[in-house]
């Protein structure tokens, strides 16, 4: 029997790995993949929850999850296609014009 | 037993996926490696006896969000990532912070969590289709309903965004 | 013997014979399609080697193997070398998911006919979402595709590969979309499932109430496969040979069987799906040592229709144009679908069987 | 309860006919308009008729008919509603306000027919029939208050109808504000009455003040709710010292003046005291301040109204003096008295008003009677319906106003408690006075030699756009003088008092409308503030004498009056018929005081240096404006601005624009959030 524990603790490392590649990494689409990384942290929690307490909400709410994260990499993919187009790079440190 | 060994198997992988995800310095094998994290995901969950989730994981993610990632990687012709520094907030209050949080979850976890282990045998899915079914189309509906607007907002919006100017 | 051997030893040897079937079947269909299409176009096809040229296949497996494996310099090596065969297990491993028939009996051990099938009493004992695994798979081979042509650093391979994918998911949605009218009707994701529930005659086969759903099946199915008139990653014409242009020898054969492959996965589905899969189109009359080979005659025969069909639609259509494809895939099929799906639904909550 | 009656209707037509001429008038033609605008008033004319036959069948028990349609407010333990009370005084009222209502309407057809924004002028006066319909249907006083306000913006409204004259703006603009003040006291009674009672519905609120103890604390609520009430009473009813507004609201179109400023809206404070009569019964004090005030006004005007000029002003005073008359009867506790003198004096002020209204027509907008004379030969029918008019106002026996202004002088004589021989003295002066300003109007306009400039009675061309020279008025505004005269001949007959009942005609026998309006404002005062009459017959029999005695001295006071009104019109025959240089003479014997009561007794200056001036210099401009607002308000808004600046110009560094740094922040805060759950888990 696989203690509750470890699931969780998995998920926690996958999220912070997760947080770790928003933080390090410079190319705006893996950037974006350790943004899916992070949502698939918080899915395995979900399921490993449900699994534990026998409730079957929690992977409906995998399902919407995963279906923001689908909407999430359409809409995503598309901006990151337009601001190629516009300024020829993918490294979101020469994509700072946000501010005063 | 099995499962537990089982589990590592999968969840070896899936740290290293991870691990390769952030040391690669190629988008697309930093995909690849997303995918590997992906589908060992998909064997936990069928570990977790939930093997709906596991095969909606397999085609949504794996077969269609990734597979959208390396078309748009290969479409842009991304190449390796240049070494530029221009953020000194993301190493010296992103990190420590990251670590801190990552200390804090993993000690908080293992100081309290449930001791009962998942009762699930290997091949017992508690997470059929017909009752998935029934929560999401029943107990859930109208969240349901909203998040097929959302889809159909994202839709428009990838277009918009996507398509090309009127040159 | 204890269970756990027992099942791994069927396990084994149902999967040595069915992917030896499936190959042998694969080279075969290309003579076939050769043949076929050479008659078509009033030419023989190969008659050379072998008698009628049956010993052709295996001329070309030679030949492949001692070809030179050509490697161009600026590729990326580890996918170059990964995607043939991404694609080659993906295109063999979903034949894994398929019933042929039901279970067999041997030494008082029975085991059904599906490499996946669990060791049961009962042949209705399955994967319960077989189905969702299949699609899933299907889903998967882009990536041996797409990863061909970028790691081969080639323009062609580029273009191929880009259209290869595109194409791939936007047919995959009415794929996906088209089979939900059968499983509606079946109420299950087992494929063995969906067979039992159309037993009984030609007349109880899905294809009669999900007529649009099929025809949308198969019309996705040939774009999912990359067959004429949907051959649009590997048009010689304007990209030399598409993705695998740059490919030789084995690498190159992989993709060609993966081709077959997933030709006669497309086959197996809709053969099970639509066609009440190993079920004849009479029920049972026959002797019982008949009764035992029957479904696999009867599985087999239908499958040979599809591979046909194939091979004569290559044979009759012309190839659409990319903007055609898109617009066909994403504004005909996918409301198609859509409405197949409301309208079953419907029938089938308001109609009190 | 019979729901067979559908009130709600009558006011809603003509809200209906006001929300089409004001959405879509524009497009239409006059015709349609003023079709739309009659039909409107007609059909509620109609239901009311309609309703006031339905009445006379109703069982006792079911008067008064109340009737709630819908919740309006509901908020903690106060609940108001929509809702109609229909009793013998809204009754009377709704027949007069839409019996005059629509002959108005009728009138204007002609009257404005050559003005601008015709649609616009019949919308309004259907809002204004809706809004007073409320007033006098509401079953409670909230509702009330809402038709109270309503009539007062269409007031305003119609007012400023010319609103391109700045004295009109003006005007609509001192008619609003004053009436506010009156509105104030309005409101802070009726905050009292559901601080005390938790709602304003009639039925409640009187039912719990008819026996509620007439001493100590209770005594003072409702002397203050009655005072309070009185003073929105003052405001509406143009009433001392609030009564500036109403001479300057002439500056609207005639058949304004005529239905809002005379017939109806500024009798609304009159139908509130009778109303009340609950609550003013029991508060003596505040009934006798009623009375003082009225008494006051009516003389006041009436005074005023000798030395003016302006032919509406005139009628305007008499208006203030008459509505004074009204309050008198309230404030004997006769309400009865008061609603019959309003209704009469509906009548023959509309027909003043109107006929006024008709010779300003003839002589192409001329206002001054000094420029006046002599038109009897040429607009006879005006000529006659306005003599009708000035007799039944000057209280001719036979015409209306004679019964209902001495019912209310014998009243103000004889009601036990209240009535007082003072109060008729006045109050017969007054009458005096009347009688001769409106005869003088009279003479002054329609006989002697024409004093009519040259431009306008040749070939002049005036504002009404059509040719000068004197003309008589179209049917369409004489039928409407016409049926009115009619009324204020005939309408007296329903109050004659016993006494005349064998000497005149009467419509249901003597006292009719008394005994009509009997269960709804009392009879008499005694049923609440005096002690019952003896029984023994030698009681009786004094009781006889006392009867005896009674008629003599309501017959000698009548005489008195008429007397009264007599001399009025022999002093107005002498001084502007035989001796038409006496008046120069007079005043400028007299001059001082001649000027201070043809300037209003200043009191416009007054008020404007009393009030005006200190809270527009000081209050508003120094306090509110340079204080308030600039000094302490604005200071603080850019001090704000100035604080955000100096803040965000240090923080702004934060704001990289780089993702990465804002994720380096971010996971700062989650990091915090997560610390603070652990410690938290930890305790």
């Excluded at chain 1, 929690?45 to 449900?50: D, E, G, I, L």
């Excluded at chain 3, 069987?257 to 009479?282: D, H, I, Q, R």
Aim: net charge neutral; aromatic share 12%; charged share 10%.
């Amino acid at each position: 029997m696989v203690p509750l524990s470890y699931y969780l603790v998995l998920s926690a490392v996958l999220f912070c790995l997760g947080v770790a590649g928003f933080l390090i990494k410079r190319n705006v689409i893996t950037i974006f993949m350790s943004i899916e990384l992070m949502l698939n942290a918080v899915n395995l929690t979900f399921v490993a929850f449900s699994a534990q307490l026998h409730k079957l909400s929690a992977q409906v709410f995998v399902f919407f999850v995963m279906v923001v994260a689908a909407a999430e990499a359409a809409v995503g993919l598309a901006i990151i296609i337009a601001i190629f187009r516009s300024r020829q790079t993918l490294n979101v440190d020469k994509v700072d014009l946000l501010k005063l | 037993m099995l499962h537990l060994v089982l589990f590592y198997i999968f969840a070896f992988l899936c740290v290293a996926g991870a691990v390769n995800l952030l040391a690669q310095r190629h988008p697309i094998n930093s995909a690849l490696s997303l995918i590997v994290v992906m589908g060992s995901l998909a064997v936990l969950y069928l570990l977790l006896g939930a093997e709906f989730v596991a095969a909606i994981q397999v085609i949504v993610y794996a077969g269609a969000v990734m597979v959208l990632f390396v078309f748009v990687i290969m479409l842009l012709n991304a190449g390796e990532e240049e070494h530029s520094n221009a953020s000194r907030v993301a190493v010296y209050v992103g990190v420590p912070a990251l670590i801190a949080l990552a200390a804090l979850v993993v000690y908080g976890l293992l100081h309290n969590t449930p001791t009962a282990g998942v009762q699930l045998a290997i091949g017992e899915f508690m997470g059929g289709v017909k009752p998935i079914a029934n929560l999401l189309f029943r107990d859930f509906l109208l969240p349901f309903e909203v998040t097929s607007v959302l889809i159909l907002i994202a839709i428009m919006g990838a277009v918009v965004l996507a398509q090309r100017g009127e040159d | 013997m204890n269970e756990a051997l027992t099942f791994l030893l069927f396990a084994l040897i149902k999967s040595v014979l069915v992917i030896f079937v499936l190959l042998t079947a694969i080279a075969y269909t290309t003579l076939l399609e050769r043949k076929v299409v050479g008659r078509m176009q009033n030419r023989w096809g190969p008659t050379r080697v072998g008698p009628f040229g049956l010993l052709q296949p295996l001329a070309d497996g030679i030949k492949f193997i001692l070809k030179e494996d050509v490697t161009s310099p600026n590729v990326h090596k580890f996918l170059f070398l990964l995607a043939p065969m991404l694609a080659l297990v993906t295109g063999l491993a979903s034949i894994s998911l398929v019933p042929f028939g039901n279970q067999i009996t041997v030494e008082g051990k029975s085991t059904s006919l599906q490499i996946t099938g669990v060791l049961a009493a009962d042949s209705n004992t399955d994967i319960a979402i077989g189905l969702l695994i299949l699609l899933g798979i299907t889903s998967l081979g882009v990536y041996g595709i797409a990863l061909a042509g970028w790691s081969s650093n080639s323009k062609y391979s580029l273009l191929g590969s880009l259209r290869a994918s595109a194409q791939m998911i936007s047919y995959e949605l009415s794929l996906g979309l088209s089979v939900v009218g059968v499983l509606i009707l079946a109420g299950s994701f087992s494929l063995r499932q969906i067979v039992n529930s159309q037993s009984g005659g030609v007349l109880h086969w899905f294809i009669w109430p999900q007529l649009l759903g099929f025809f949308i099946y198969l019309t996705s199915a040939y774009a999912e496969t990359n067959r004429i008139p949907f051959d649009l990653p590997e048009a010689e014409t304007e990209l030399v040979a598409g993705y695998h242009t740059e490919y030789s020898s084995m690498k190159f054969a992989m993709f060609f069987m993966a081709e077959y492959a997933n030709m006669f996965t497309v086959a197996c589905v809709a053969t099970l799906l639509f066609f009440g899969g190993w079920s004849g189109p009479v029920p049972g009359f026959l002797p019982p040592i008949l009764q035992m080979l029957m479904p696999v005659f009867w599985f087999a025969f239908k499958i040979f229709l599809f591979i046909f069909l194939y091979i004569w639609v290559r044979g009759t259509l012309p190839r659409f144009r990319y903007d055609q494809l898109m617009a066909f895939g994403w504004k005909v099929l996918l409301p198609l679908a859509i409405a197949n799906i409301i309208v079953t639904s419907a029938i089938v909550a308001f109609w009190p069987q | 309860m019979s729901d067979h009656l559908h009130l709600w209707l009558i006011p809603l037509l003509p809200l209906a006919g006001a929300f089409i001429n004001g959405l879509f008038g524009r497009r239409f033609s006059n015709r349609v308009v003023s079709a739309i605008a009659l039909a409107s008033t007609a059909a509620s004319f109609g239901l009311a008729a309609w309703t006031a036959m339905q009445f006379a069948h109703m069982p006792a028990s079911d008067i008064p008919y109340h009737r709630d349609y819908a919740p309006w407010i509901i908020a903690g333990g106060f609940q108001a509603d929509f809702g109609v009370y229909l009793d013998q005084l809204s009754l009377v009222m709704i027949l007069v306000v839409t019996g005059v209502g629509f002959l108005i309407h009728v009138y204007s057809v002609g009257y404005m027919a050559h003005e601008g924004g015709y649609y616009r002028f019949f919308s309004y006066l259907n809002l204004f029939m809706f809004f007073m319909l409320t007033l006098v249907l509401a079953s409670s006083y909230l509702l009330m208050f809402v038709g109270w306000e309503g009539v007062g913006l269409a007031s305003y409204l119609l007012i400023g109808f010319y609103f391109h004259k700045d004295s009109a703006a003006n005007a609509g603009k001192k008619a609003f504000i004053v009436n506010r003040i009156g509105d104030f006291g309005f409101l802070i009674g009726m905050f009292l009455l559901i601080q005390k009672f938790g709602t304003l519905n009639y039925d409640y609120v009187f039912s719990h003040v008819a026996n509620m103890p007439l001493e100590g604390h209770s005594a003072g609520f409702l002397t203050a709710v009655a005072l309070l009430l009185m003073v929105g009473a003052c405001g509406k009813s143009a009433q001392l010292p609030l009564y500036v507004w109403l001479p300057d609201a002439m500056e609207g179109p005639t058949p304004v003046s005529a239905l809002i400023h005379a017939a109806t809206m500024v009798t609304a404070g009159v139908y509130m005291v009778a109303r009340s009569n609950a609550i003013f019964s029991r508060a003596p004090l505040a009934l006798t301040v009623v009375a003082v005030v009225g008494l006051a006004t009516a003389f006041f005007a009436a005074t005023i109204g000798m030395a003016q000029n302006d032919i509406k002003r005139v009628l305007a005073y008499s208006t203030i003096s008459q509505l004074g008359y009204m309050f008198l009867a309230c404030g004997v506790a006769a309400y009865s008295a008061a609603i019959f003198h309003l209704m009469t004096h509906a009548f023959f002020k509309a027909l003043l008003f109107l006929s006024a209204g008709s010779v300003i027509h003839a002589l192409s907008g001329e206002q001054d009677m000094r420029h006046m004379g002599g038109l009897r030969k040429k607009i006879p029918w005006t000529f006659a319906v306005m003599t009708v008019g000035t007799f039944a106002i000057a209280g001719t026996p036979y015409l209306a106003g004679f019964y209902s202004k001495d019912d209310i002088l014998w009243k103000a004589y004889s009601t036990p408690f209240y009535g007082h021989w003072s109060l008729w003295l006045v109050g017969v002066l007054t009458a005096g006075i009347t009688a001769f300003y409106m005869f003088r109007l009279w003479f002054m306009t329609f006989f002697g030699e024409s004093r009519v400039p040259e431009h306008v009675d040749e070939h002049g061309h005036d504002e009404h756009g059509h040719g000068g020279h004197v003309h008589e008025s179209p049917w369409v505004m004489l039928a409407p003088l016409v049926i009115l005269a009619a009324l204020s001949i005939i309408g007296g007959y329903l109050g004659v008092p016993e006494i005349l009942a064998k000497a005149t005609p009467t419509i249901g026998g003597p006292d009719a409308i008394h005994h009509f309006l009997a269960p709804a404002v009392g009879s008499e005062p005694e049923e609440h503030a005096l002690p019952p009459k003896a029984e023994s017959a030698a009681a009786l029999a004094t009781a006889e004498h006392a009867q005896e005695a009674e008629h003599k001295m309501e017959m000698m006071l009548t005489g008195a009056s008429v007397a009264a009104a007599l001399i009025g019109f022999l002093l107005a025959w002498l001084l502007y018929w035989q001796r038409t240089d006496l008046p120069e003479k007079i005043t400028s014997q007299i001059g001082g005081v001649y000027r201070l009561v043809r300037d209003k007794y200043r009191i416009d200056e007054l008020y404007g240096h009393l009030f005006v001036k200190p809270l527009v210099e000081n209050i508003s401009t120094n306090l509110l404006w340079k204080q308030i607002d600039v000094g302490t308000i604005d200071t603080l808004v850019n001090d704000a601005a100035a604080g955000a600046q100096e803040l965000s110009r240090r923080t702004r560094r934060m704001q990289s624009g780089n993702i990465r740094s804002y994720a380096g922040w971010v996971a700062l805060g989650a990091a915090a959030v997560v610390a603070f759950m652990v410690w938290m888990g930890m305790q």
